[in-house]
């Protein structure tokens, strides 16, 4: 028997033809619904209009602009760097921490040597101002793009700052956000950190960037606003005054929303919000599980202010952030006061200070390969140790020295850990220091012999970011390839699983350190799984010890089950929030 069919050709004829039912690929089954999916990066909800920066200036119309005497150029060049660092240096003043440090990076960037001497060199050969500021920029612009990672992130920061140079020069506006009357939510391909860094969390509520990833200037000023926030999703073409809602714990954002339901989620968020400020910690289950809840810092600042959180500690110092910009190799006592000022900000808590993680999206002059082809998978983390032993010994020493001064006992982890006689290594070193040895799991071939790993190390933390990547073969930065490095992946799930595992056998701590932590829903999965420690961002600590609180031992363990078994993120997601009542 065969089964009648819709339509064929043969049986149908010009404009009477029923068409074949072909089912709507996901993403645009999405857009025709009004609901547009991307990578979540801050949780929460929000309501409100559309606003848009303002268009950008036209930077490929001053390229005809005639040039006049080099000299007059010049200074108007000169003029317009210091109106426009002046304006950004202020804001770098009304604002703290991260905000203003990114600000800081942009009035550098402004006054940049080699960007003035590349500008001079396009006036002298005949060019306006306003060309050779365009010229310069795209010239450095492809050099960083080359050079990938981190590196290609910044071409955002350096094209922004061509576009307030260039209305400088031209006596326009300046490009950007203007501060709207009302709660709105701001839109943008990509938001330039001059203007995220000033945003007021009252009038902008939320975040959508069609590009961008979890670790862009977009993320990390929602994460420090605190406002919900999804990146890589299609926003290009919603108009400005839309009403929509950006669902920032399940990366949606939904176009003129149910009233009552934008009601019922806002409310509900709202009720979080404030259990979430109420939270004062130590990190458990509702049924008492003692799980740790630490935060991620880079420096004596960011740790200081991490202190005055209800943060048990440390899960993650990045050492590197720290020395990122730098040539040389900073000396032992340099780096021992940095490590001691962390050490310090945290008095007796635990406090696991990770060495170098140099190469691939963080490449450093001092310690990492030029040129390398493939970077990620190339010469980076603990790998440098095998090319110069003494970078990281040194860098031990320094730990050790710090331990010393502060009279505390860090743990030391080394990242990018791929076989069981590295980790092996590493602990020796630690141990002559009488440093408390633990490693990172970011490798799947570390997961699988995590049993091994615990033969020499103490501690063991699973860097999810990485992980994500190395099990999908997805590179982390790409906006594209989001779902696959979401840590949702139920093949990742499994990595942790057989990690958390091995931990348990021996009753030695296995933790979570990168981003998956610093989600409320998937921090409960983790915890189903069997981590015994949470770390990340200062900014997620409170939601996240709040949604462990409000859960049984039993229920975190129902969701890894049913998140374990999804076919993908997305229903491992669903799944979960189902199995947890949320
Ligand atoms: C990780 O990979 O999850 C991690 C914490 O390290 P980083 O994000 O610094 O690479
Ligand atoms: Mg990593």
């Given at each position: 028997m065969t089964e009648p069919t819709t339509s064929s050709p043969s049986t149908t004829t010009g404009a009477s033809a029923v068409p074949p039912a072909v089912p709507l690929p996901g993403s645009l089954r999405d857009v025709l619904s009004g609901r547009r999916t991307g990578t979540p990066v801050v949780g929460g909800i929000a309501f409100g209009p559309v606003i848009r920066p303002a268009p950008p200036v036209d930077l490929a119309g001053v390229l005809t602009l005639p040039g006049g005497e080099p000299e007059h150029e010049i200074a108007r060049y000169a003029a317009a760097v210091d109106a426009v660092s002046a304006r950004l240096r202020a804001r770098a003043e009304a604002a703290s921490g991260v905000v203003a440090e990114v600000l800081v990076a942009q009035v550098g960037l402004v006054g940049d040597k080699g960007l003035r001497k590349a500008v001079e060199k396009a006036v002298r050969g005949g060019a306006s101002a306003e060309a050779a500021t365009v010229t310069a920029v795209d010239q450095f612009a492809a050099m960083l793009e080359k050079l990938g990672g981190l590196m290609a992130e910044r071409v955002t920061d350096l094209r922004d700052l061509c576009g307030r140079l260039v209305a400088e020069l031209r006596g326009l506006p300046e490009p950007g956000i203007t501060i709207p009357p009302e709660p709105s939510v701001l839109l943008a391909p990509d938001l330039a950190p001059a203007d995220t860094a000033t945003l007021d969390p009252t009038r902008v509520v939320a975040l959508a960037t069609s590009l961008g990833g979890p670790t862009s200037h977009t993320a990390i000023i929602a994460r420090q606003l605190g406002i919900p926030c999804v990146v890589a999703v299609p926003v290009d073409d919603i108009p400005v005054g839309t009403q929509v809602l950006v669902n920032g714990t399940a990366g949606e954002v939904l176009l003129h929303p149910d009233p009552q339901e934008v009601e019922r989620l806002v409310t509900a968020d709202r009720s979080e919000r404030a259990a979430a400020e109420a939270w004062r910690g130590p990190g458990q289950t509702a049924d008492g599980r003692r799980v740790a809840i630490y935060a991620n810092v880079q420096d004596g600042p960011t740790a200081r202010l991490a202190a005055a959180e209800p943060s048990e500690g440390v899960g993650l110092f990045r050492s590197e952030l720290a020395f990122l910009g730098r040539d040389t190799e900073p000396s032992v006592e340099e780096q021992a006061r940095l490590y001691a000022d962390v050490l310090d900000a945290f008095g007796g808590r635990r406090v696991v200070i990770r060495t170098l993680d140099a190469g691939s999206d963080k490449p450093m002059k001092f310690a990492t390969l030029p040129n390398e082809e493939n970077p990620a998978l190339g010469v980076r983390g603990l790998r440098l140790a095998s090319r110069n032993p003494g970078l990281l010994s040194r860098q031990l020493d320094a730990i050790a020295q710090a331990a010393a001064e502060t009279s505390t006992t860090p743990w030391v982890m080394a990242p990018m850990v791929a076989t069981v006689s590295e980790a092996e290594a590493f602990a020796a070193l630690c141990r002559t220091r009488s440093l408390v040895p633990g490693v990172m799991i970011e490798i799947p071939s570390a997961a699988l012999l995590a049993h091994r790993l615990l033969e020499h190390v103490d501690f063991l933390s699973i860097g999810t970011n990485d992980l994500s990547q190395y099990t999908m073969a997805?590179?982390?930065?790409s906006a594209d390839l989001a779902s696959l490095t979401d840590t949702w992946q139920p093949a990742v799930l499994h990595l942790v699983a057989i990690t958390a595992a091995a931990g348990r056998a021996v009753g030695k701590p296995v933790g979570v350190c990168g981003e998956a932590a610093a989600d409320p829903l998937l921090a409960c999965v983790l915890v189903g799984l069997g981590v015994t420690s949470l770390s990340m961002a200062v900014s997620a600590l409170r939601r996240v010890g709040t949604s462990i609180g409000s859960v049984s031992v039993a229920q975190c363990e129902q969701a890894a089950e049913v998140a374990l078994a999804a076919p993908d993120p997305a229903a491992a997601r669903a799944a979960a929030a189902e199995a947890l009542g949320r």
């Open positions: 997805a590179d982390r930065l």
